[in-house]
C-alpha cells in the first residue's frame, strides 16, 4: 500500500517478543533468512515486560531436549481460556476440533546420512499440555539438534540445542 520503499530504521525501535523461546525463535530465523538483518537488530530483539501482552492465545511457552526427550510446553492463562470460550460462544460451537502440530529435526553438524525427520502431533487447543517426543533418531555424531516446532504450518518455535546439556544456541 505503501507508494514506495519505506525504511522500517527510521521508526523502529524495539522489537517485543512474550517470552524468550519467541525471541530464540525470531533470532534464528533472521539468522537463517538474512545475516546482515540479524546482526542489525539482535541488540533490539528484546523480551518484554509479563503484562505487555494479553496471552489470549496458544504459544509455545518452552522448548527443551533432556535424554533423547523433545518437551514442547505451551502458554496456559486464564486470558487465553477466557478468549478460547468467548470465540467458541461467538462461534457457536461447544468443543473444537485438535489442531495439527509438527516437530521437525535436524542434526546440523552430523555426519552426512542423517536425514531430517518431522512428527506430527495432534493438539488439544482447549487442554494443551506440555508435549513430548521420545524414541527419536539417534544421531551419535552429531553435537547439537535443531528444533522447529510449527502449529497449524505457522513457526512457533526454532531453536537449537546442544545433545548434551541445556543451554540455549542462538
Not at 542489525?40 to 528484546?46: G, H, M, P, Q, T
Not at 514442547?72 to 460451537?93: A, D, G, I
Not at 502449529?151 to 546442544?162: A, D, G, K, Q, T
Request: aromatic share 10%; with cysteine.
Amino acid at each position: 500500500m505503501y507508494p514506495d520503499e519505506f525504511e522500517i530504521d527510521s521508526c523502529i525501535k524495539w522489537v517485543l517478543c512474550r517470552n524468550n523461546v519467541e525471541r530464540i525463535t525470531l533470532l534464528n530465523h533472521l539468522k537463517e533468512e538474512n545475516t546482515n538483518a540479524y546482526q542489525k537488530y539482535l541488540a533490539r530483539i528484546k523480551v518484554c515486560r509479563e503484562d505487555l501482552f494479553e496471552k489470549n492465545g496458544l504459544f509455545v511457552s518452552d522448548c527443551q531436549y533432556h535424554s533423547g526427550v523433545i518437551s514442547v510446553s505451551f502458554s496456559e492463562s486464564s486470558n487465553k481460556t477466557k478468549y478460547t470460550r468467548r470465540m467458541m460462544s461467538k462461534n457457536h460451537v461447544t468443543t473444537l476440533s485438535p489442531i495439527r502440530g509438527r516437530l521437525e529435526l535436524k542434526w546440523p553438524d552430523a555426519e552426512p546420512g542423517y536425514h531430517p525427520t518431522a512428527i506430527e502431533v495432534a493438539i488439544n487447543y482447549e487442554n494443551t499440555n506440555t508435549i513430548q517426543f521420545r524414541n527419536l533418531p539417534e544421531v551419535p555424531s552429531a553435537k547439537s539438534i535443531r528444533i522447529r516446532f510449527f502449529v497449524e504450518e505457522s513457526l512457533m518455535c526454532f531453536i537449537e540445542l546442544p545433545l548434551k546439556g541445556a543451554e540455549l544456541i542462538k
